[in-house]
């Protein structure tokens, strides 16, 4: 079973919802997909992490082979190939590793060499729990490939939470990838509510299921709950703000082990999710 | 010999641009017809790679030398590449003013980049 946590907007508590679900449950894995700013490795304290490396490809172009015809360079959306007078111009770090220049290279000019692009930690907490987090190299373009490799190696596991990026581009569309269900982690203030409606268009158009968790539901508006209403969206729970959580998180500490409320909070969603997915 | 100069508007008299791949338009300056063209700018909305593209679009127009505000990385490997020279204007002119100064040798040639790459 594959439960996404997202949001759209940064810093709604995501991470927070993630660690503390993670720390709840007896046996399940957690992956940080939010490989541009990983954060969820700071709040798990555990034994040593296993480092692996990301490649991606890049296209190297033989000078002797190549006709300049310019067929890769008008391929490239990405300008990573742009073939000049005397030579091809790649840049390696706006390459999307997609191949295509090699399919329109007529006299089979490029070959493709590997680069590293990032790295992906995991980490062995208990024969039953299991933390892998993605990093993504600085100037790379797109953290899509540590994602599907975080999902690679999940993909046996029992039960598994994936930590989401903010926002609904690439690396969202590739984290929610096979979920069975997806927690809307927001807040009920008027950039949390129209960075979620993104949010539900993603989902609806992916065709998956969904709820929404209302974190720090004591700051804002009511317009959230007017929306999930109208649009006959289940409110999973409603979460709190307040000072104590924050000054505990600015420690990095997991909530649950501060905090009854809190847990009880994470063994309702999980209940709620994991009966929902059953059914 | 064809001078493009980044430009906010579409005229010789347009100020300058403070962007070179992301300017609105380029102003090419024919030195044998003596005449100007302005070209809206297709690199300026790309979401990366802007600079390698705008170059590519010069040198298609048979543009010989850029006078830029300034240059990433990417940008400054396409230009030698494309072996378009490029120089750097001052802020605020306009594209008839700086062509000027272009031709005084007012403008300091442009060698290494100015910027650090945007992505």
Known sequence: MKIAILSGKGGTGKTTLSVNLFSFLDQVTLIDTDVEEPNSHLFIKGLDLIEESILK????????????????????????????????????????????????CEP????????????????????????????????EVSGVKIIESLHKMTKNEELLLVDCPPGTSCSTVAAIEGADYCIICAEPTPFGISDMKMVVELLRAKNLNFGVVVNKYNLGNDDIYNYLDVE???????????????????????????????????????????????? | MKIAISSNGNTEKSIVSDRFARAEYFIIYDHDALTFNAVVNPARNEGS???????????????????????????????????????????????????????????????????????
């Open chain 1, 57 to 104: 490809k890049y296209p190297v172009v033989n000078e002797y082979l190549c006709t300049n015809c310019g067929k890769c360079g008008d391929f490239c959306n990405f300008n990573a190939i742009i073939p000049a007078k005397k030579k091809v111009l790649v840049f390696q770090d706006l390459c999307h590793d997609c191949g295509g220049c090699q399919l329109v």
């Open chain 1, 108 to 139: 089979g000019a490029i070959t493709y060499e590997d680069k590293e692009m990032g790295k992906t930690y995991l980490q062995t907490l208990s024969e039953k729990k299991k933390f892998i987090y993605g990093n993504l190299n600085v100037g």
């Open chain 1, 232 to 279: 006959n969206i289940r409110m999973l729970e409603k979460i709190e703000f307040n000072r104590e959580f924050a000054n505990l998180l600015a420690k990095g500490e997991i909530l649950i082990d501060h905090s009854d409320y809190f847990k009880e909070k994470m063994a309702n969603i999980a209940r709620i999710v994991i009966g929902e997915v059953n059914d």
């Open chain 2, 49 to 119: 790679g802007a600079g390698g593209k705008a170059v590519k679009i010069l040198a298609d127009l048979g543009v010989d030398v850029a006078l830029v505000p300034e240059l990433g990385p990417k940008a400054l490997d396409a230009l030698k590449a494309f072996e378009i020279k490029s120089y750097q204007y001052p802020r605020e002119k306009n594209v008839r003013e700086v062509l000027y100064m272009y031709f005084e040798k007012k403008l300091p040639d442009l060698l290494i980049s100015t910027v650090k790459g945007h992505h």
